[in-house]
């Protein structure tokens, strides 16, 4: 396809990532949920889409599936992308496709049939020929990264005149009739990790350029992502690869009958590196034709009177000096525009898409142009992990000349050295600071450019009236928040490794501000298990909050949120919810503010990043740069904050994160803002005008021991099995979703690393080691012992297995620094052993040790229901209890995936 791409720049398009992780009635695949996050980010990175144009979905229902995509490709008019990742399922014949949702299971007969799944043959393909047929959108692109996803080409036959047949492309991720692995679970699955890649780094990293890339032109056509040169590329970054048969893995596609490709994003770093190469080469030539014109010049200029030419010579000088890309052509007294300099944006996952409003409002404002009209500037915006953008900083050289090896290459993993960098918190340009090593990069702080405070977002049936809500540490909020709630209420937050915010909450929870008692490493673990309810931890609070408006209606309606204000805020208004915030929060209830007074208010301050060596239009970059922090603090820029419900600047003040742990001369700040008692942010939003909180100073070294602690904390775990062994347990001992199996299963969720073990709970002694608790690197070998394990005719005594095995766990002298479970699997036949003052003093043992049990009943009546004693050891302990059900596998293993670092998928 030698013509332009199909570019979708400026048109109205939409994409509609659906990612199907957890299933009632098939394994789960934890990979998935690592490719929406990510993918999400990497398409918005790539200038094809807004973030309010990006929705991500899991679907439990075949209807939520197809509602879906009515609505995202009934708005689309330019380019519909559709990404689906799951289970792919085949009829008999192979001929139909089936992408499996939440609910999806196969319905009994020897013809593979199957409920709530959606029919890619009849359902899919058709709404797409539709909409392209009709020439309601202009292109429509697939990626489907499932098994099986090959035989969806089979739909395309040479010279079929299907309708549309000259608009839609599919991406396979891989050939016809094969099963692919998920992964480890820890990443994105292994096709969509390689698009990711290719969409975010170029096509042409490690391999020879596109032709024509030696020149300007030919180097941004290398930046951009064209679909047929994509699928190339992924065909060649999967070569190696096998499927679960053992065959290669060979991705497949299918492009439009059209002349044109489809332009599916460009990489900034390389555009901008393509642009400036391009204004080099042009002053070169300027250069060269003024040489050879001075030089075929030169005789005539020599023949002339000195008189006339020392006058004639100055007044050259003069028009040289003052010529150039702004000056005026003579010939046509037009003004030629300058290419404007590329400034390089590096923010928090929390801020970006606010600053990405504000960025897309300055580029196009009068401050942003000339009095000709020509822009000043252009800015590319990538918000990578916090702390990969502190590591990057540490490792500045690095970035100025790059590696060919290492964990964190910045120029490839975050993007080109930025201009500007605007994290979440001062408190994180204090770590970054604290870590500089040589002369390669400064950083220099101009002050805030707006705030949002910190808050514990509970459900409306929870909150506390405003009068509690400030002016208590978080650890009083968290423990206030258990004691006034029988049930266990889930606390959730960002991962701490990517935003600003989460670290901050992080130090709170854990207690490691000064003058705070420090959590112990069982209950940190304990934390992080119960925050692992939305597992993977999510990238941003605004992700979280809508993998919240997804989940299950128990966790959605009785789960906390430790996010910024100014994210509650958006999630409380539900009017355009889906455009602004690209889901569907329809059914997320209102959730009301407490303010933690020891938590430091989220600042985003803007920092100047200056590179050693850098001089390079330094003068007219830095005035770029000044240009554009006068906007974000003047009336235009500060509007797009306040409209996204942050805190607007109020002149002048004491800083409101301050740092304790450096030395450095304190950077020019700002107060937030009260807003007006009538503002959104107040009534629909829910905030509190003005809750006083965020005054706290958080060091650095409270950060850096949090996240330490975050980091052991995820490491290998410790589980310990108790399997109830007596006789009553003989009808649910063998068979598919009983004791055995349901234990065999779980253990694909450890891993090498992981400590764990079975015991048999019958008799006196109350327990027998089936199983030692140690790491484990034959899994097989557990598995066979535990399928060799029988019932004894004898009674089990739960309370005092229970008892040993916490002495177990908790006076291990090998400590494993993660999360800990005990799993006790039973029939509740026993339970009478456990009554009166014994229950009682079991009930308070487990609370005070913080490792939580899982009770796995097996009893047919319920052995859950409330009251009963599986379920109050495990509200005590801060585990769940899980009655006999369809989902008890895959739920059971979820649970100790949580606490494991094996693949759980």
Known sequence: MSSPPYDPRGKVNRALLIGVYRYAHYDGLPGVRHNLGQLFNTLMGGGMFGAEEIRTVNPATRLDFLSHLETSAGEARGLFLLYFAGHGLLDLEGTE????VGESRRLGGDEPAYAEAVSWNR?????????????????????LDCCNAGNALEEFKPGALHQGRDRISVLAAVQVNRRIPAGNGHEPTPYTKQLIRLLHNGLYEG?????????????????????????????????????????????????????????????PRLLAEAREERERRARRERLARLTAGWRNGRRALARLPRKVLVPLLAALAVLLAGGGYGGYVLASGRTTCAPPVELRLLTDPDEAPTLQKAVDAYLVSGDNHTGDGCRRSGISLVAPKSTDAVTGFQHAADWRTPRSSGDLRPQRDIGAQPDIWIPGSRVTVERARSLLTGHDVTLTESGPVAFTPLVLAVPGELAVAPASATGSGLGTLLAQLKQNNRAAVPVLRADPEYTDSAQLATVGVYGQNTGSTPLGDAAVGQFERQAARLSPAPRSSYELMCELAAADTALKDTSAVLVPEQVMAQFNVHADAKDRLGCDIDRLGKRGPQYPADVAMLDLPFVRVGWEGADRDSGVRQDAVDRFYDWLTGAAGQKVFTDDGYRGRSGDGASASGVTSSGASPAPTASPAVPPADSWLVTDGGALADPKSGRYDTSTGAVTAALNRYRGALGPGK??????????????WTGSGRALDLLSQSLDALGPDDRYGVWTVVGDPPTHRLVPLDTHKDVGAVRRAVAGARTVDRESFPGAALTAALSELTGSHVPSGGAQLIVYVTDDEDDNHLAGRALDDLLRTVGADSVPVEWVSLAAGGGCATGRTGDRIAQASGGRCLDASSTQVSELRDDVARVGTGNAG
């Open 719 to 732: 589980v310990l099995y108790l399997l109830d062994s007596s006789s009553s347990m003989e009808t649910n």
């Open 123 to 143: 359902d899919v393909l058709p709404k797409l020929r539709d909409i392209a047929g009709r020439k309601l959108v202009d292109r429509v692109v697939v990626i």
């Open 207 to 267: 391999r020879p350029a596109a032709p024509g890339a030696e020149d300007g032109v030919g180097a941004e056509q290398a930046a951009e992502i064209r679909l047929v040169p994509l699928a190339a590329a992924l065909h060649d970054a999967m070569r190696g690869e096998t499927t679960v048969y053992g065959t290669p893995w060979e991705p497949r596609y299918h492009a439009a009958e059209s002349e044109q490709d489809v332009l599916l994003g460009v990489v």
């Open 97 to 100: 496709l089936f992408l499996a």
